[in-house]
């Protein structure tokens, strides 16, 4: 049996930014977004931890829908 859980806003970035944190060389990361606010402190917070992995050698990949940078 499968199981799902469902985070709200808050606990999403906190649950994603503590999987980031856990990541080693050669991992992968991909995520995709409507928006993506890097002046919001939860996204500011994994922003950082996804700049963190990056140099620690891990794929990061990034999609954010244009909408959000052309604001």
Do not use: C, H, Q
Request: charged residues 25%; hydrophobic residues 45%; aromatic residues 12%.
């Amino acid at each position: 049996m499968k199981t799902y859980t469902i985070y709200n806003a808050r606990e999403y970035y906190l649950e994603t930014t503590k999987l980031v944190a856990a990541t080693n060389r050669g991992d992968r990361v991909g995520l995709i977004s409507m928006t993506f606010w890097p002046d919001e402190p939860l996204i500011n917070t994994l922003f950082r931890e996804l700049t963190n992995a990056a140099k620690r050698g891990v794929t990061i990949d990034l999609a954010i829908d244009a909408f959000s940078l052309m604001m």
